[in-house]
């Protein structure tokens, strides 16, 4: 190509992206670290559906799934300077960042995920999203994250023992390498990305995830030993970069709270059946499944964690709540 035609090509691209553009006055790009057709990522561009009709055009929203923006930990600072404008990712990235996120991934602290879905729904979720405003975020909604537990390249772990010594990767949360320690394991916090390389290289042995993202994110193909321990039932979290949200007038900016309200039960439907296609998945692959685990002793196990990050009035309050929601 020559400079003239390949100047030519760029201008007619630039074009098109103007074209492309003016579809929508704005159009909000949102972040997910998960494929299309995954629960979070349907559910985001659901509610764009919603966001696009009720602003008659003036407001679209376009997921990035995969990770293509980025993996987690990177997006929700470039959401904060208001490079991303909206993100879909667990509260664990935000643990580090924003103190009451810590408590509903604290390990074993909802009883089952109706419990999260009680206590998330309520006073102690609202708190939890209006803690995001003094961090340049909205919080808009809660989705469905399940539970998750261990798995490994190495043996099926049946007890707390065998997982002695054992490697397993973790989000980027100083909480879970803690509540791994706390397991007699070693932790390495890392990206979600580099996850099935690592176990595949030998780097870990394993990791911890939900149904979905074991299915999803292939890891299961190189850690078949799959143990359901289930130590975190931790939410996800629809954030928006406050920049961006300031810049939609108030009734648009209202029609965007309402819409992420709305895609919750959605989202929710589309998860449960979500993890049921992919336990069965995984299963019929090969996957070698221990259901039979005492919990006690994990649950017992975690009292350090507990003692080391719920320290705050706030905190303990917080605690206080989740356990008396029946
Ligand atoms: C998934 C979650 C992602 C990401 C990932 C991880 O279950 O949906 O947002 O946090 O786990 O382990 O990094």
């Not at 059946?273 to 006690?296: C, L, M, N, P």
Request: hydrophobic content about 40%; overall charge negative.
């Amino acid at each position: 190509m020559t400079l003239k035609t390949s100047l030519f090509a760029a201008l007619l691209g630039s074009a098109a992206m103007a074209t492309a553009a003016t579809a929508c006055d704005t159009t909000l790009r949102s972040s997910d670290t998960h494929p299309e057709g995954y629960p979070t990522v349907v559910a985001v561009q659901e509610m764009g559906k919603l966001v696009e009709e009720r602003t008659d055009g003036r407001v679209c929203i376009e997921v990035f799934a995969s990770a293509q923006l980025g993996e987690e930990k990177d997006t929700i600072e470039q959401t904060q300077f208001g490079v991303i404008d909206m993100n879909r990712v667990s509260l664990g990235p935000f643990n580090n960042i924003i103190e009451e996120t810590q408590v509903p991934s604290l390990p074993y602290i909802f009883r089952s995920v109706d419990h999260m879905h009680k206590v998330m729904d309520g006073p102690v979720g609202q708190q939890i999203l209006d803690a995001f405003s003094d961090h340049d975020l909205v919080g808009l909604a809660f989705f469905d994250g399940g539970s998750r537990s261990f798995y490994n390249s190495e043996k099926p772990v049946k007890s707390m023992d065998d997982l002695k010594g054992m490697k397993f990767r973790v989000m980027q949360s100083d909480m879970f390498v803690d509540m791994v320690d706390a397991l007699g394991a070693n932790a390495t916090p890392m990206p979600y990305g580099e996850v099935y390389s690592s176990i595949q290289t030998g780097v870990i042995d394993g990791a911890e995830n939900n149904w979905p993202s074991y299915d999803s994110s292939g890891h299961f193909e190189v850690a078949k030993y799959y143990t359901m321990d289930e130590h975190l039932i931790v939410p996800e979290v629809l954030v928006m970069s406050k920049s961006s949200f300031e810049k939609l007038s108030p009734e648009d900016q209202e029609i965007v709270r309402q819409a992420a309200k709305e895609v919750v039960p959605v989202m929710r439907d589309l998860w449960a059946a979500s993890e049921k296609e992919s336990e069965e998945k995984v299963r019929a692959a090969g996957a070698e499944i221990v259901t039979d685990i005492d919990k006690q002793p994990f649950i017992d196990a975690m009292k350090p964690v507990y003692d080391k990050y719920v320290t705050s009035d706030k905190l303990k309050q917080m605690v206080a709540d989740i356990q008396a929601t029946e």
